[in-house]
């Protein structure tokens, strides 16, 4: 790759055990082949007076530039910003994230404005763009296997149906997503698109494909790609909103907090990234429904999992969140060797502790709120009573956690992450109210569904996989 060989911005591994790349190089691989995840060489940053003038500009070209700062030479802007054009044209709201006021001094940034009605579109129809770009011509043919706890593989299927280069296998826990979700997978017919329904919970899911991505055979032979949360691009472009809704509230001259409903510390952690990019942040508080690893790793340094447990946010129903291995790395002052055997660790035991400056400077920007069932329930039933809008249960636990917080000068934003209309059984049950079907969901009920099942085993996906991709 030609971005590997120049002064471009290089990625290396958390665990330290990987050569560096480029950023074509670190979209396509997904993980790092030594287990870690990759992240910038060196952080870039906008200045105060770049970011001000990001005001009142359209969300494409602000994408382009934060995306951009990382992109480097891969993709320069006159190829960047047609992509992020054409990304966010799906997306049915003009502003692509608008921002709306639910309360004093607290706002909703709703990012499920996209084809599948969750967040993970707006990572996800760029991404697909991105590995066109870099694909045509390349005569490659990735596979993609992607584990999701219900909204990644809707996202990644609708962005990556019927591409040429590429073939794609979801991996989801049976009977744990929603039906709309599940729809958004399931129907599109596409022939390089296979959805599996594998017995077990998201983590069995996600812990499949990284052994998928450990095996050199396996993964030479189908040449695998990933594009699971911890795939740097999808970071990079979740960074964008942060910026857009910041700056429209008055930054950089104000700081802005966020809430942000979390499972994966994807979304989360992007809200470091726009830190270090410049944006100024008072706090992103990590909220997370009974499934409370994050929570817990804040408030007593500790960081293991337990059981999953079923709820109605299911797409945060993860314990094992895999971008914290990217904050553990920032947070011991990017020490490989401590963080390859910190999480080699935590692998075979289920837990570890977070060192005592690491913890110190992970609390310098994030808190941790745990909202369980009830309390989800009654968020969704009090923000309808007083705005007379249905929010989705994810949504619902971020706005529980930020309704916590103090609330101060600083405007508070809650990341709201999928549609009510994904989630009609629980809205209702809480409010009484149905959301209306959305009609991008309509069309799905219609539609014939194409599942397969297999059992929670990495050899039975690898053979579903080479099956399928024919190697
Ligand atoms: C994926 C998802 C989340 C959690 O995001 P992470 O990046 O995994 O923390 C929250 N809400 C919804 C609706 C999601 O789809």
Redesign the pocket.
Same mark, same amino acid.
């Given at each position: 790759m030609p971005d590997a060989m120049s002064n471009a911005l290089r990625y290396v591994s958390t665990r330290g055990g990987a050569a560096p790349v480029g950023f074509a190089d670190t979209l396509l691989a997904g993980l790092a082949p030594d287990g870690g995840l990759y992240i910038p060489e060196t952080w870039p940053a906008f200045t105060p007076d770049e970011i001000a003038a990001f005001a009142g500009k359209p969300y494409a070209e602000v994408a382009a530039a934060v995306i951009g700062k990382f992109a480097g030479e891969s993709f320069p802007p006159e190829v960047l910003l047609p992509i992020c054009r054409e990304a966010y044209a799906t997306f049915a709201h003009p502003s692509a994230t608008p921002l709306r006021e639910l309360d004093s001094g607290l706002w909703l940034l709703e990012l499920f404005h996209g084809p599948t009605l969750?967040?993970?579109d707006v990572a996800m129809q760029l991404l697909a763009r991105l590995y066109q770009h870099v694909l045509a011509g390349s005569g490659r043919k990735l596979t993609i296997v992607v584990a999701t706890?219900?909204?990644?593989g809707g996202a990644a299927v609708e962005a990556f149906r019927g591409l040429a280069n590429v073939d794609i296998v979801v991996l989801f826990p049976e009977g744990r997503i929603s039906e709309v979700q599940r729809r958004f997978m399931t129907t599109t017919g596409a022939p390089n698109v296979r959805c599996v329904a594998v017995q077990g919970a998201f983590d069995d899911c996600q812990t499949i494909v990284k052994s998928l991505f450990a095996d050199d055979d396996f993964r030479t032979a189908v040449d695998l790609s990933g594009v699971n949360?911890i795939n740097w691009a999808r970071v990079a472009a979740q960074a964008v909103y942060y910026f857009t809704a910041a700056v429209s509230l008055g930054a950089p001259a104000r700081k802005v907090s966020f809430a942000?409903?979390?499972?994966?510390?994807?979304?989360?952690f992007a809200g470091y990234v726009a830190t270090k990019l410049g944006l100024p942040v008072e706090r992103i508080t990590l909220a997370v429904n009974s499934n409370d690893i994050l929570a817990r790793t804040i408030k007593e340094g500790r960081y293991a999992s337990g059981q999953v447990t079923p709820t109605q946010?299911p $797409?945060?129903d993860?314990q094992i969140?895999s971008?914290f291995e990217r904050l553990f790395f920032e947070s011991v002052k990017r020490d490989a060797g401590v963080t390859a055997a910190a999480f080699k660790g935590f692998a075979a035991t289920g837990g570890m502790d977070i060192p005592e400056a690491a913890l110190a400077a992970m609390r310098g920007l994030f808190g941790g709120e745990t909202v369980d069932e009830p309390q989800t329930t009654a968020s969704m039933k009090a923000s309808f009573e007083a705005t007379g809008e249905l929010i989705?249960p994810?949504t619902a636990v971020g706005v529980a956690a930020a309704q916590r917080l103090e609330r101060r000068a600083t405007p508070l934003v809650v990341l709201s992450? $999928?549609h009510p209309a994904k989630f009609p059984d629980e809205v209702e049950a809480a409010t009484g109210r149905a959301p209306a079907m959305h009609p991008r969901a309509q069309g799905l009920f219609a539609l014939p569904e194409a599942i397969d099942r297999l059992p929670a085993d990495a050899a039975a996906v690898k053979a579903y996989v080479r099956a399928f991709v024919g190697k």
């Open positions: 969750a967040f993970k706890s219900g909204d990644t949360s942000v409903p979390t499972g994966n510390f994807g979304d989360a946010s $797409a945060m993860i969140a971008n989705d994810h992450t $999928a």
